[in-house]
């Protein structure tokens, strides 16, 4: 079974910026999709980004494109969010999960799903 665990969410003001980490143990392979989603209050969890692990492709939402940037580490087995330019909407719970080998949008494809990190951006 394979652990995720995201850190590094807190409050910010409209316009900063924030790293998220997610750090994976367990069993490991380099077959793998990482992605990001949130959750607010009252709204379904929606996709954020997500690499690819065996060729560093990436995929992002509309509302975080340009702004949001995914990236990972092989060496720490850690995925990371590095948001910029951080809006009021972009308030929500993150969470960082991993499947198979493709890119993907839906939650449903996702099998290993991290605790989450709140991410609260004041205006």
């Known amino acids: 079974q394979v652990q995720l665990v995201e850190s590094g969410g807190g409050l910010v003001q409209a316009g900063g910026s924030l790293r998220l980490s997610c750090a994976a143990s367990?069993?490991?392979?380099?077959?793998?999709?990482m992605g990001w989603f949130r959750q607010a209050p009252g709204k379904e969890r929606e996709f954020v980004a997500a690499i690819k692990w065996s060729d560093d492709s990436t995929d992002y939402a509309d509302s975080v494109k340009g702004r949001f940037i995914i990236s990972r580490d092989d060496a720490k087995n850690t995925v990371y969010l590095r948001m910029n330019s951080l809006k009021p909407e972009d308030t929500a719970v993150y969470y960082c999960?991993?499947?198979?080998?493709?890119?993907?949008?839906?939650?449903?494809?996702?099998?290993?799903w991290g605790q989450g990190t709140q991410v609260t951006v004041s205006s």
């Open positions: 367990g069993r490991t392979s380099s077959s793998y999709v």
């Open positions: 999960a991993r499947r198979w080998y493709y890119l993907s949008r839906f939650v449903r494809d996702y099998v290993y």
